[in-house]
């Protein structure tokens, strides 16, 4: 099978973009959630045009084999693993800028362009791109697409939702579907578009995107707060939202947090803290912004609260924010990610809870949050050759996600749901919901061929 699929493949791909090698194929198999289960692909098919990619989804609906579309393989949550015998799709080889077009403020991209390159080539134009990861460096906005990404200035400027305006999408069988648009308005039927977003190569595979644009801002400037608990810095959130400001970033980093990123880069952030509150503006005034919200912050009982002084600053206490997931990952040998979004209001709530689960299950979890949106991500710190260490890291990861649904949230803000989270997806959607979207699949993939047993 693996022979007559190879050479039925490279009738349309280049001997280059079929690749067989075991050793080569074996690094596919996974993303950055390396715990979850992946098995061995049969192929790895880099493609470069769209005919490529229309011609591997004919292929594998002929053979019925499935296939797992990836990008840069930096997420979190399994979504892009290898399934056992299927195609993995790259799209990296996709990696063009098609347009820049400053005045509609919109951008056409392939799949396969990083995040932060696309950023860089906006900018240039005097636009931004506000969609920012903190794996901006590698990840490409395909992934970003597939897993309805984040990032930290979400609280100012939204999620990649709200940037894609339009997509080409090679479905199951190899036909090409246009969503979308290019134009500012448009509500010509049912929004295909962002049914796609956030759909993890479920429903099928994006070939080219329409993302819109914004002018781009005046350099933001960043405070750092000291809270001596949880609780102070999650009334100084409340407090800085209630008040009508409206931050470009409102980051929240606990004490296990700081102490793991200045052990990795000696930042030297204030290791008696609780929790540190990074608020940053790039408004007109961002000094008189700042001033008010450290204001607000000093009266929600923070013991410390320093503004940068010009933009260097800031950026500096933004790459300690940045760098705080691959921090946490050097605590252990393995980590588990989570990414559970709950009201502001009970931020605070979130994260001594945490505290409490980490104390009962005798683990280190540190939490970062994007304060703003309430989308945390407490990292569960363990051993993976310890069997007993790795049962308990499970255990209180589902007890963090059994939490955050209880206080009012969301099993994922930003990850996605990949392999990690299918059993709680169906909890937080109900019989129903769950009915309803895998019927949604049954029609864009009838045969389930693509990204099977991802999601539900």
Same mark, same amino acid.
């Given at each position: 099978?693996?022979?007559?699929?190879?050479? %039925?493949?490279?009738?349309?791909? /280049?001997?280059?973009?079929?690749?067989?090698?075991?050793?080569?194929?074996?690094?596919?198999?996974?993303?950055?959630?390396?715990? $979850?289960?992946?098995?061995?692909?049969?192929?790895?098919?880099?493609?470069?045009?769209?005919?490529?990619?229309?011609?591997?989804?004919?292929?594998?609906?002929?053979?019925?084999?499935?296939?797992? /579309?990836?990008?840069?393989?930096?997420?979190?949550? +399994?979504?892009?693993?290898?399934?056992?015998?299927?195609?993995?799709?790259?799209?990296?080889?996709?990696?063009?800028?098609?347009?820049?077009?400053?005045?509609?403020?919109?951008?056409?991209?392939?799949?396969?362009?990083?995040?932060?390159?696309? $950023?860089? %080539?906006?900018?240039?134009?005097?636009? $931004?791109?506000?969609?920012?990861?903190?794996? @901006?460096?590698? *990840?490409?906005?395909?992934?970003?697409?597939?897993?309805?990404?984040?990032?930290? *200035?979400?609280?100012?400027?939204?999620?990649?939702? &709200?940037?894609?305006?339009?997509?080409?999408?090679?479905?199951?069988?190899?036909?090409?579907?246009?969503?979308?648009?290019?134009? %500012?308005?448009?509500?010509?039927?049912?929004?295909?578009?962002?049914?796609?977003?956030?759909? &993890?190569?479920?429903?099928?595979?994006?070939?080219?995107?329409?993302?819109?644009?914004?002018?781009?801002?005046?350099?933001?400037?960043?405070?750092?707060?000291?809270? /001596?608990?949880?609780?102070?810095?999650?009334?100084?959130?409340?407090?800085?939202?209630?008040?009508?400001?409206?931050? $470009?970033?409102?980051?929240?980093?606990?004490?296990?947090?700081?102490?793991?990123?200045?052990?990795?880069?000696?930042?030297?952030?204030?290791?008696?803290?609780?929790?540190?509150?990074?608020?940053?503006?790039?408004?007109?005034?961002?000094?008189?912004?700042?001033?008010?919200?450290?204001?607000?912050?000093?009266?929600?009982?923070?013991?410390?609260?320093? /503004?940068?002084?010009?933009?260097?600053?800031?950026?500096?206490?933004?790459?300690?924010?940045?760098?705080?997931?691959?921090?946490?990952?050097?605590?252990?040998?393995?980590?588990?990610?989570?990414?559970? *979004?709950?009201?502001?209001?009970?931020?605070?709530d979130m994260l001594e809870?945490?505290?409490?689960?980490? &104390?009962?299950?005798?683990?280190?979890? +540190?939490? *970062?949050?994007?304060?703003?949106?309430?989308n945390t991500h407490p990292?569960?710190?363990?051993? %993976?050759?310890?069997?007993?260490?790795?049962?308990?890291?499970?255990?209180?990861?589902?007890?963090?996600?059994?939490?955050?649904?209880?206080?009012?949230?969301?099993?994922?803000?930003?990850?996605?749901?990949?392999?990690?989270?299918?059993? @709680?997806?169906?909890?937080?959607l109900g019989p129903t919901?769950?009915?309803?979207?895998?019927?949604?699949?049954?029609?864009?993939?009838?045969?389930?061929?693509?990204?099977?047993?991802?999601?539900?």
């Amino acid at each position: 099978m693996h022979d007559e699929l190879t050479a %039925a493949l490279r009738e349309a791909l /280049p001997p280059e973009a079929v690749l067989v090698d075991p050793d080569v194929t074996a690094s596919y198999a996974h993303d950055m959630a390396s715990f $979850s289960e992946a098995g061995t692909p049969a192929v790895v098919v880099l493609p470069r045009t769209v005919e490529q990619v229309r011609h591997v989804m004919r292929t594998a609906t002929a053979l019925r084999v499935p296939v797992v /579309p990836q990008g840069a393989r930096t997420g979190l949550s +399994g979504g892009a693993n290898a399934v056992e015998g299927c195609i993995v799709l790259s799209t990296a080889k996709m990696d063009r800028i098609l347009e820049i077009d400053p005045v509609d403020r919109i951008a056409v991209v392939e799949p396969g362009v990083v995040n932060a390159v696309l $950023s860089r %080539a906006v900018a240039e134009r005097g636009l $931004s791109y506000p969609p920012d990861p903190s794996s @901006w460096e590698m *990840c490409t906005i395909g992934g970003n697409i597939g897993t309805g990404a984040g990032g930290l *200035c979400c609280v100012k400027y939204g999620v990649t939702a &709200e940037y894609v305006l339009g997509l080409d999408v090679v479905l199951a069988d190899g036909r090409l579907l246009r969503t979308g648009r290019r134009t %500012a308005k448009g509500v010509a039927g049912y929004d295909l578009t962002r049914l796609f977003v956030g759909s &993890e190569g479920t429903l099928g595979v994006v070939v080219r995107a329409v993302v819109a644009l914004k002018p781009a801002p005046p350099r933001q400037l960043a405070l750092a707060a000291e809270f /001596p608990s949880t609780a102070a810095a999650g009334a100084a959130v409340c407090s800085i939202m209630e008040s009508g400001h409206v931050p $470009s970033l409102l980051e929240l980093m606990d004490a296990t947090t700081v102490r793991a990123v200045n052990a990795m880069a000696n930042m030297g952030l204030p290791e008696t803290t609780e929790a540190l509150l990074l608020a940053a503006f790039d408004t007109p005034d961002p000094a008189a912004d700042l001033a008010a919200v450290g204001a607000l912050c000093t009266a929600a009982g923070a013991t410390e609260v320093v /503004p940068a002084e010009d933009a260097a600053e800031s950026e500096l206490l933004l790459q300690a924010r940045r760098m705080s997931l691959t921090a946490l990952e050097r605590v252990s040998t393995a980590t588990m990610i989570d990414d559970v *979004c709950v009201p502001r209001g009970r931020l605070a709530d979130m994260l001594e809870g945490v505290a409490g689960i980490a &104390e009962a299950y005798g683990l280190t979890i +540190g939490v *970062c949050a994007h304060a703003g949106d309430g989308n945390t991500h407490p990292v569960v710190c363990f051993d %993976a050759r310890d069997p007993e260490e790795s049962r308990r890291a499970r255990e209180s990861f589902d007890a963090i996600m059994a939490l955050g649904l209880e206080l009012g949230g969301t099993i994922t803000g930003e990850h996605g749901v990949g392999l990690l989270k299918k059993e @709680w997806l169906a909890r937080e959607l109900g019989p129903t919901g769950l009915e309803l979207q895998r019927g949604l699949k049954a029609v864009f993939d009838p045969l389930g061929l693509l990204n099977p047993g991802k999601l539900f």
